[in-house]
């Protein structure tokens, strides 16, 4: 495989400023890999800040419901309510590492930049964080918490004013001051190192679920579900089912962003990946009401593994996601992301096609107090 | 040297076509011409929103392609080089874009989002009819060690696009880095640097030059000139015309001066 890539995907496509940071970064977590210190505060950061492990919930009710065992891997109770912070946690500690002072990053559903905030807060590191300007009026509590959390939130215009803006921007700003900034990408996104780097910080959930349900149930799952644009969420739970091929691994994108299902091979923010895109590898119109799906290209690991068919691809609608947001709390108790909510519309999709005793492990990404401003204008 | 950019097609390809005339008859000894891109991350806010200009009024690579073809066909001799982010390329299909750049006459591509180490597919392409008929120009910046320099070097088969600043275009910078890295290229090269990003005025140009760069590539300095009367922008033309012409007068005196 050449470096940086996954098959025919991923790469550099980068402006040759950045060239030196990305070497930088490279051999940084190289050495952060080995580094014994580095892994000591990582996992004491993971266990005592962000709450690690997280429970794998066996969802008794929706069990009964869909006609099969079904768990849930509990994402959503990780210290700010997703699974963002063990990527956020991790490169902050690399940016300290490599002595940077600032970070700078993007956020849509704002879970990333909530994470990045309190991460760069827990380690020393000042935090700015762009969000485009229809992200910050759809999500303004988070938005809000950001800069509570001590954040600096800075709105971006450019373009239309949603997370691929907001990525250029934050790009931008890591340009003007490579020496002293790290640019933390929240997804499995982006040129090299960065998909690598975000799947090595997101591995822990994979790595927990499948000791788990070894402990709960004795057995492996038939399948995972899991939701995604760049993919970090379903890279950090795939990874550690990856070599057991007859688990079937499901990725769920939205269908209003379905860069698998609509899109072709393309470059994009640095790599070489599926993405939504027209004859000229430009207009990539998303509208998925769940911020965090609005990206228009998939991550290029992800897109490797649906290429050779390792992980298959599904997609599931703004008006579907607000139904499954309902009866989740009906359900479970529980007020699923309306992103988390695209995996639970295919999980639901499934009822009555597995056996009693099969095993569904869903991984429930994030909470979605974010969004019940929508859903009470929408339900 | 005064090199020149424009994105074709803002605000509309008859404007383009006007300006980029009026940028060649006016003293620009080199041409670029860029192709409007949805996601231009090397650009400052004047070129985004002149790229966002021409993609909503229709503009497509294929009519960029169209315009330097007609400024050729208009007895045009001077260099043309094409500027394009690498998506457009790939989507295209290289094979495709590069007989396209080839037939419409353009002497080079200047890519802002492809690395040295990315080039081998694209130089493959572009080597199985003529290799010398089409340079990729390489960039040098202020972050780049020595050892980097040589690799951009070894690599270039035309001038360097040394950008002056770390930022985008239209940025402005401190020049004390820029002085650093023009000593290092010069020394080890005699090959022609060409400084870019945030040169606003012949006052610029001129210490630019004086700090021993070839030559001086100039863009949303016009741009910004022209969206001040964006709804005819044909009328800022003459302003362009007078701007260009002491831009032209900045670089020559040096030469003058070195005569002496």
Known sequence: MTKGYFGQFGGQFVPELLYPALYELEKGFEAIKKDKSFQQEYQRLLSDFAGRPTSLYFARNTSEYLGFKVYFKREDLVNGGSHKLNNALGQALLAKYLGKKFIVTETAAGMHGVATTMAANVVGLECKVFMGVKDIARQKLNAEKIQLLGGVVVPVTRGAGILKDAVSEAEVSWIRDLRNTHYLIGSAVGPHPFPAIVAYFQRVIGEEAKKQIFEKEGKLPKAVIACGSGGSNALGIYQAFLMNKEIGLSFVEGEESAAFKHGSIGIFQGTKTYVLQDEFGMDRKTSSRAAGLNYPARGPQLAYLYSIGRVKAYTASDKNVLEAYTKMANLEGLLPAFETCHAIVELFKRKGKYKPDDVVILNFSGRGDKDIDTAIKLC | ?260
């Open chain 2, 1 to 260: 040297m005064l090199i020149t950019h424009l994105y074709y097609g803002d605000p509309n390809k008859e404007f383009s076509d006007k300006l980029a005339e009026t940028l060649l008859t006016s003293g620009s000894d080199i041409l670029e011409i860029g192709i409007p891109y949805t996601d231009p991350v090397c650009d400052g806010e004047i070129f985004q929103r002149a790229c966002k200009r021409a993609i909503r009024g229709g503009i497509t690579p294929l009519m960029v392609f169209d315009g330097i073809r007609r400024l050729r066909e208009r007895g045009f001799k001077q260099p043309i080089y094409l500027t394009s982010y690498y998506a457009p390329i790939y989507k295209m299909g290289l094979e495709r874009f590069v007989k396209l750049a080839k037939s419409a006459g353009v002497s080079g591509l200047i890519i802002p989002d492809l690395l040295l180490e990315e080039q081998a597919e694209l130089r493959k392409v572009i080597a199985r009819s003529d290799p010398d008929s089409l340079s990729i120009i390489q960039f040098a910046t202020v972050y780049s060690s020595r050892e980097r320099l040589k690799q951009i070097i070894a690599a270039s088969t035309s001038f360097i696009y040394c950008i002056s600043l770390p930022g985008v275009t239209g940025d402005s910078g401190n020049q004390y880095k820029l002085l650093k890295l023009l000593k290092t290229l010069k020394s080890l090269t005699d090959k022609k640097i060409f400084v870019g990003f945030g040169i606003k005025s012949g006052k610029d140009a001129k210490e630019i030059l004086r700090l021993g760069a070839d030559g001086v590539i100039v863009g949303s300095a016009i741009a910004r000139i022209y969206k001040e009367k964006i709804s005819s922008p044909e009328k800022s033309l003459p302003e362009i015309s007078s701007f260009i012409k002491s831009l032209k007068d900045s670089t020559i005196k040096r030469k003058d001066k070195k005569h002496d």
